[in-house]
Each structure stands twice: as C-alpha cells, then as structure tokens.
C-alpha cells in the first residue's frame, strides 16, 4: 500500500513569509508525528497527533510554529514568519497505535528559507 | 545534557566483523528503546525496538538493553556493505508524549 506522503517535497521561502507543509499518513494509522533534521543535527521531535488531539506541543521550537490535524488523517504544520534557523528537512510519520511504535517515514520536505 | 546521546564516529569494520554502536539516555524512568538507520538523503526505517533488559536478538541484529547503567547498544554481525548508513538510537520519554533521538553513528563496512 502507498506510504506517507508529504507535500512539496522541496520549498523556497523568503525570510519573514509562511509556510505550509502538508503529510499524509498512512492510511488507518491513528498517530502522527513531526520532527525536524538540520545539516548535521539529530532529529528533533516536534509534536505528535493521537487522532486529532495533541497531546504535548512543548516540542514545537517557538509560537511561529502550529500544527493541526483534522478527520484524523492529513496533518498540516504552519511556520509563520519563517526565519533562516527554520531551514531543515521536516519529516513527518505515521503509525498504526498510539506511542511512537513502528514509526514509518515520508520522504520530507527540505524547507530552504533564504 | 541530552536525553540521548551517541558518538557520533565515523565508525569503520571490515566486512563481516562485528559493528557495536553504543548509545546512552539520560530519562531514567524511560522504558521503551528503538535503533533506526537511515542511509544518506533517505528517511529513517525502524531496525529494532527493545523494552526489557538484556538481549534482543533479529537476524543479524542484536539490541541490548541495561537500563541500570542507562545504555543501550545495537551489535551487526557479518556486517555487509549494505549496512553502512547512520544509525540513531531514540528513546520515548517517561511522560509517553515525546520521543528524543541521538544524533546518530555514521557506520561504514568496508568491503
């Protein structure tokens, strides 16, 4: 079957703009889950969905950062006012359970903000 | 202090030798461990999970699992070619509701 998908797979924003980067999970998989890798860092985890609730979002770096999820599927995360800090792959994932087991990946969007 | 920590290598073995990646967390009241790889440009792919202290063997792979001393390591038998990639250790924290990563162990198997 299809795997997580995310969109676009590569942006370019201007400094001060936002930005909207969309995952689709794999289909029935109750949880979902963003993180973000910078050139040469680890991956950082950002917030995770358990259906359309998000339960911690003190991962989420700074206020310009929100995510949403609705009907329990496509999650949308919005940086707004984007700085050049925020350039990474974000990577999104799915699971079928709730709890960070047997994660599988999308492919990233690279996020370059010039 | 990270809630993970990894050396970062690089790490080099010979074909076939054992390759060991070692990882420590810093949350002693995390109970669930997980070894990803992921190969240059690609996303990561779970490899293992371990939850009790001990060995945890799959195939080539062994998780081993001491939470005493807060470690967790990831041994590749008759290590191939195939296997040289960064290989993350991360662990869920004890609130359940966030997951830390390593900074991962770049491996490389020489032919």
């Known amino acids: 079957g299809a795997g997580v998908s995310q969109s676009p797979s590569n942006k370019v924003t201007e400094k001060g703009k936002d930005v909207e980067l969309r995952c689709d999970p794999i289909?029935?998989?109750?949880?979902l889950y963003w993180y973000r890798q910078s050139l040469g860092q680890g991956l950082e985890f950002l917030i995770y969905?358990?259906?359309?609730?998000?339960?911690?979002k003190s991962g989420l770096p700074s206020d310009r950062f929100s995510a949403e999820r609705t009907g329990g599927s496509v999650s949308t995360l919005t940086i707004q006012r984007t700085q050049q800090e925020d350039s990474a792959v974000y990577l999104c994932?799915?699971?079928?359970?709730?709890?960070?087991?047997?994660?599988?990946f999308g492919p990233g969007t690279r996020l370059t903000v010039t | 202090q990270k809630e993970v920590e990894q050396n970062s290598g690089p790490l080099s073995v010979p074909e076939g030798a054992i390759a060991s990646l070692n990882c420590t967390y810093s949350?002693?009241?995390?109970?669930?461990f997980f070894w990803y790889r992921q190969y240059s440009g690609k996303s990561p792919e779970l490899i293992m999970s371990?939850?009790?202290?001990g060995d945890k063997e799959d195939g080539r792979f062994t998780a081993q699992l001491n939470k005493a001393s807060q470690y967790v390591s990831l041994l590749i038998r008759d290590s191939q070619p195939s296997d040289s990639a960064t290989y993350l250790c991360?662990?869920?924290?004890?609130?359940?509701?966030?997951?830390?990563f390593g900074t991962g162990t770049s491996l490389t198997v020489i032919p």
């Open positions: 991360a662990v869920i924290s004890n609130t359940g509701n966030q997951f830390y």
């Open positions: 289909s029935g998989h109750t949880a």
């Open positions: 994932a799915s699971s079928p359970d709730r709890g960070f087991y047997e994660q599988y």
């Open positions: 969905f358990q259906g359309n609730s998000a339960p911690d």
């Open positions: 371990i939850y009790s202290n």
């Open positions: 949350d002693r009241g995390s109970q669930s």
